[in-house]
């Protein structure tokens, strides 16, 4: 290269589009391929022959006869709607032979199934007429409640297939041992990925198969274990998506109930990194019935395992998904009604803690659902036995439920649980009353400090800016930097000063006032008669100006018992005040009682009745 002149880059394909407006380069449209299409891609030109039936030759012709119909029914169809009419004509003729070799192998009581002489014949039709590509997914995802599910044009024929092949693998004349030749690692691999056909009619039958090769096939069993949990890894962490998840997870369900005890060490690897992990995929309502029912196995056959099942259900737990926390819920119960006692202890602590987050959610299904296991009575005999550490990691999320929940079926249960625990331990549930109430004191003393020092603070900020501004107006020489950083010192102090945490005004709903139509004291008398045992008398008010936080739709009738629940719980509060002495809370709340205030000498704050928000 000569010295002066410029090198330059040789040209690409892309080098005129480097430089080039995005609305300038040219979009390749490509031609979508139809559903018909891709299921069968037809690439065959040969015609199948014409051949006589086989109920029309002698018997000693019809082995002869029978090789030549599998060779013929090798030869793929087309399927698309507009094939021309020899094809048509093809497809009704291969139709007629296949139906033709399913009655000769299903009837053949007077000679030999499947001679070893034609496996190859016979496993070549299968292969060439079942491994075939699966056409492309057109939803993202499939709703099998909603959606209609995608039936391939060829059913007629895979299904004549698979009955063969079911009759194959079941026939007592085809030796395992021979035949594991033909179905052998690259077969069942190949079987596997039909599990992802979106017609429910292959998978059903892909399962009798899977199934049947499996009992057979013992030398077969540990690699169609670890094929499976193949697939399953790939679905977790590539794909997201496979449609025979339930038909592989039922296979899997009757191989689990034939496991040895005790459980071998590969068999609880797989639980723990094949089928745990299938919790935390998005599609989990589609086969969450099979996966439980494989977990429970688990669980039947060891105990034990629950020290690795529960905490893993844990870390799954969705954040958000309420539908999937309705689910992990079910499944615990199930779970934990297996679990001898002493298991129960051991892991109580991580149970009950979930329970309790999900005790105060909002979505009221998931709040209904904690709820409910907790009436259980094997898991109430658990509270009873661990309620020295139990009652007072539920109590906070149950009281906070009746001081906050906009659900009227949650509030009825919150009441009636609540009323068990009262019963279960009268003195620690007491206890937890007042600790919970100290802390609400305590945290909304912090809270007004921690708001009396920003209010402090903004004030500074405000009189120094001021200040500079007059001196500035009164000419002196102020830099205009120091007056820019004061303005900014101030936005910055009332900024953080809003964001920081507010204990809100109990049942103090922030909604549009329209949206709310009736009382709702009036209409649930329990809640009124809940606030009052509670010691929430000061919030009804508030209640009746905001609506209670109850949706016209969500009103509920409430159920008696929990009204006499209530009430009981309003009996107690108002005995267990006869016997300590203490005052009746004023209509400020602050909860501090008679010798509280003597001994203090100072005036405590008491949380307001109406949010400052």
Known sequence: MQQGKQQIAPKSALSKYTTAPLSDVPLKHTRRLTRVASARLFTETQHIEELPALSDVPPAEQRALFVRKLEQCTITCDWRPNASPESVADRELKGRYLSEIVEYVNTGASHPLFPQQMWGTLMNMITTNLFRPLPPQLNAVVDPEEDEPVLDPAWPHLQCVYDILLRYVVCPEVDPKVAKRYINQRFLTQLLDLFDSEDPRERDILKSVLHRIYARFWSLRPFVRTAIGNVFYTFIEDTQRLNGTAELLEILGSIIHGFSIPV?????????RTLLPLHKVSSLQTFHPHLSYCVVLYIEKDPTLASLIVPALVRYWPKVNSPKQVLFLSELEDILELLPMNELVRLSPVVFRKIADCIKSPHFQVAERSLMLLSNEYILQLVNHTRAQTIPTLFVPLYTNARYHWNSSVLSLTYSTLK????????LFASCVSSFRDKHEREFREQQERKHRWERMESLAQKNLIGLQQRLQEGADVDEGII?????????VQKTALSQPEIPAPLLDTRPDDEFAMDPLALNPALADGLSALGL????????????????????????????????????ESQRHDQIGVVPEPPGGGGATASDAGAS???QPSPPTTSTR
């Open 264 to 272: 071998k060490d590969e068999h609880r690897v797989f639980l723990q």
């Open 420 to 427: 068990l625990f009262m019963d279960m331990d009268q003195q």
């Open 484 to 492: 820019a950083a004061s303005r900014a010192s101030l936005a910055h």
């Open 537 to 572: 008398e000061d919030d009804r008010e508030t209640i009746r100006k905001r609506g209670g936080g109850f949706r016209r739709k969500s009103l509920i009738p409430m159920d008696p018992t929990a009204i006499q629940a209530v009430t009981e719980l309003k009996k107690y």
């Open 601 to 603: 000498g100072t005036p």
